[in-house]
């Protein structure tokens, strides 16, 4: 089947990126009126083009309605509301306390810039929100913008790029599609800043290519998100909160519970309560089930496959079964599973296969989140707060949550990123705007006292040290 996304002509790049350049230099994106006047048009997209995009979703990633709305369309809406109503009170300038006692009479203001040009690069897992969520706050922060819409989920892309230069203004708002060869002229081109979401070894690709301009970078990355389920936990709701935040998009959500920690004498009995889970949300035949969706694409299926492969019955607790014409995995529990297991716990698993490692105790816990990189999110599933307290103050993560899973991640009051190999810089909110904005120190010094204020200046004598 041809693709539905026509590719950008790689010669035409230099030329889309120059342009949206001259249009920053004439300051149109500055204006205060036209940031909030594009805010409503990207709202009015939203809103006109809500069935293409739950279409092209479903077409792509076979996602149902329901997770499409809350994963990906509802936060960009609430992002805009919160961006319109905010923008005075974020754009003002700041007047700091002075320290300096020569400057006594004089302004300082940290005056809030747009960086300028700005590059989002987009991921295919949540292929509305992660390429539209940060443009929220790129044009909030007066910038002009670059999207890079990911190229694995092609229905989506081609959905956004043929209508939203329709609601958008096309001087300062321009989209370059395609794969590797077009991505790589684009990291070429000199940005202000390069705001990236997917993997950390294309994060290293970005990354380099930025430093050869000493452009300043967001990477939203991935990596082993664990839940660690404590002796206290309630059971049932834990099944409950873990199965959701597993198998939503089918697992590949970069901040999906990777694998669970729980004590050994308790694994059992968690198992039971998520096939009484999986069983209430997706029924005994899960590929018949709307509310369960699909592997991206063959090349992904085959890598899961190629993982679950390495399991039998003796591990495989709760499903195990596949459909490559579907692509279609069921959903899966591992359980036994060793923390340092070749195959499973080597890679981000970004699937609907969940492995149970078992464990003495939650500082064995502690000490196997510690001996990783530093995960995007921890979850941990306890009641007392001296239960979870501990484990918190004894690891690190992007973020993290007590008691549920993704859900930090819809509540945009929150700054969103990781830390480590799990990512640098966040946005969400007034964070976004922090991050597509350039804090400029700014002094406005009078011109009067140059009596008092020439004590400074050469030739330089004893009696003069006043400063
Ligand atoms: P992907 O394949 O869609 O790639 C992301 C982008 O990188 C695409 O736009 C693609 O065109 C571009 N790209 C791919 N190869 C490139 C190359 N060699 N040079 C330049 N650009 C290139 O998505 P993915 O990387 O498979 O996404 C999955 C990963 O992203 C997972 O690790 C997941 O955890 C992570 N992720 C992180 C977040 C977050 O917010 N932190 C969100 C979603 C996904």
Same mark, same amino acid.
């Given at each position: 089947? %041809?693709?539905?996304?026509?590719?950008?002509?790689?010669?035409?790049?230099?030329?889309? =990126?120059?342009?949206?350049r001259?249009?920053?230099?004439?300051?149109?994106?500055?204006? $205060?009126?036209?940031?909030?006047?594009?805010?409503?048009q990207?709202?009015?997209f939203?809103?006109?083009?809500?069935?293409?995009?739950?279409?092209?979703?479903?077409?792509?990633?076979?996602?149902?309605?329901?997770? @499409?709305?809350i994963?990906?369309?509802s %936060?960009?809406?609430?992002? &805009?509301?919160?961006?319109?109503k905010?923008?005075?009170?974020l754009?003002?300038? /700041?007047?700091?306390?002075?320290?300096?006692?020569?400057?006594?009479?004089?302004?300082?203001i940290?005056?809030?810039e747009?960086?300028?040009?700005?590059?989002?690069?987009?991921a295919w897992?949540?292929? /509305?929100?992660?390429?539209?969520?940060?443009?929220?706050?790129?044009?909030?922060?007066?910038? &002009?913008?670059?999207?890079?819409?990911s190229e694995?989920?092609?229905?989506?892309?081609?959905?956004?790029?043929k209508?939203?230069?329709?609601?958008?203004?096309?001087?300062?708002?321009s989209f370059?599609n395609?794969?590797?060869?077009?991505?790589?002229?684009?990291?070429e081109?000199?940005?202000?800043?390069?705001?990236?979401?997917?993997?950390?070894?294309?994060?290293?690709?970005?990354?380099?290519?930025?430093?050869?301009?000493? !452009?300043?970078?967001?990477?939203?990355?991935?990596g082993?998100?664990?839940? =660690?389920?404590?002796?206290d936990?309630?059971l049932?709701?834990?099944?409950?909160?873990? $199965?959701?935040?597993? +198998?939503?998009?089918?697992?590949?959500? &970069? =901040?999906?519970?990777?694998? /669970?920690?729980?004590?050994?004498?308790?694994?059992?009995?968690l198992?039971?309560?998520?096939?009484?889970?999986?069983?209430?949300y997706?029924?005994?035949?899960?590929?018949? %089930?709307?509310?369960?969706?699909?592997?991206?694409? !063959?090349?992904?299926?085959?890598?899961l496959?190629?993982l679950?492969d390495?399991?039998?019955a003796?591990?495989?607790?709760?499903?195990?079964?596949?459909?490559?014409?579907?692509?279609?995995?069921?959903?899966?529990?591992?359980? @036994?599973?060793?923390?340092?297991?070749?195959?499973?716990?080597?890679?981000?698993?970004f699937?609907?296969?969940?492995?149970? =490692?078992? /464990?003495?105790?939650?500082?064995?816990?502690?000490?196997?989140?510690?001996?990783?990189d530093q995960?995007?999110?921890l979850?941990? +599933?306890?009641?007392?707060?001296? @239960?979870y307290?501990?484990?918190?103050?004894?690891?690190?993560?992007?973020?993290?949550?007590?008691?549920?899973t993704?859900?930090?991640?819809q509540?945009?009051?929150l700054?969103f990123?990781?830390?480590?190999?799990s990512?640098?810089?966040?946005?969400?909110?007034?964070?976004?705007?922090e991050?597509?904005t350039?804090?400029? %120190?700014?002094?406005?010094? @009078?011109?009067?006292?140059?009596?008092?204020?020439?004590?400074r200046y050469p030739?330089?004598t004893?009696?003069k040290?006043?400063?």
């Open positions: 089947m %041809s693709s539905p996304l026509a590719y950008t002509a790689i010669k035409e790049i230099p030329s889309i =990126v120059n342009n949206l001259n249009t920053f230099n004439t300051g149109l994106t500055k204006d $205060v009126t036209f940031r909030k006047q594009q805010l409503k990207l709202l009015m939203m809103n006109d083009k809500r069935d293409d995009l739950m279409d092209a979703l479903y077409n792509d990633l076979h996602k149902h309605k329901m997770e @499409s709305n994963g990906e369309l %936060s960009i809406i609430d992002e &805009c509301q919160y961006m319109i905010n923008m005075d009170r754009m003002k300038p /700041v007047t700091t306390n002075k320290r300096f006692k020569m400057n006594a009479l004089d302004k300082t940290i005056r809030k747009a960086k300028g040009v700005v590059l989002v690069i987009g897992n949540y292929p /509305v929100n992660l390429l539209l969520m940060p443009v929220v706050g790129a044009i909030a922060a007066g910038n &002009c913008v670059l999207l890079k819409p694995v989920s092609a229905n989506t892309a081609a959905v956004i790029s209508f939203l230069p329709d609601y958008l203004d096309k001087r300062a708002f370059v395609g794969g590797v060869e077009e991505t790589t002229c684009v990291l081109q000199r940005f202000d800043h390069i705001f990236y979401t997917g993997n950390g070894v294309v994060g290293k690709i970005v990354m380099k290519a930025a430093a050869n301009h000493l !452009t300043p970078v967001t990477l939203e990355l991935g082993k998100s664990p839940a =660690v389920v404590a002796p936990a309630d049932d709701v834990t099944a409950n909160r873990l $199965v959701w935040g597993k +198998f939503f998009n089918n697992g590949q959500t &970069c =901040v999906a519970p990777d694998y /669970v920690l729980v004590s050994k004498d308790q694994q059992e009995k198992i039971v309560a998520i096939r009484k889970t999986l069983l209430n997706y029924t005994a035949n899960p590929q018949k %089930s709307d509310s369960y969706g699909r592997i991206i694409s !063959t090349r992904q299926f085959d890598r496959k190629g679950l390495h399991y039998d003796s591990q495989i607790a709760i499903g195990g079964k596949s459909d490559r014409d579907d692509l279609f995995i069921e959903p899966t529990i591992l359980k @036994s599973i060793s923390y340092k297991d070749e195959h499973i716990m080597q890679q981000e698993i699937g609907p296969i969940l492995p149970i =490692v078992p /464990v003495d105790n939650m500082e064995q816990a502690i000490q196997i989140i510690n001996v990783r995960p995007l999110a979850y941990i +599933f306890a009641k007392s707060a001296s @239960s307290n501990n484990i918190l103050d004894k690891t690190n993560s992007g973020g993290a949550v007590v008691n549920d993704l859900m930090h991640l509540e945009l009051s700054p990123g990781g830390v480590g190999a990512g640098m810089g966040a946005y969400h909110g007034e964070k976004s705007f991050t597509f350039h804090q400029r %120190s700014t002094m406005i010094k @009078s011109t009067g006292f140059e009596n008092v204020l020439a004590t030739p330089y004893d009696d040290d006043t400063m």
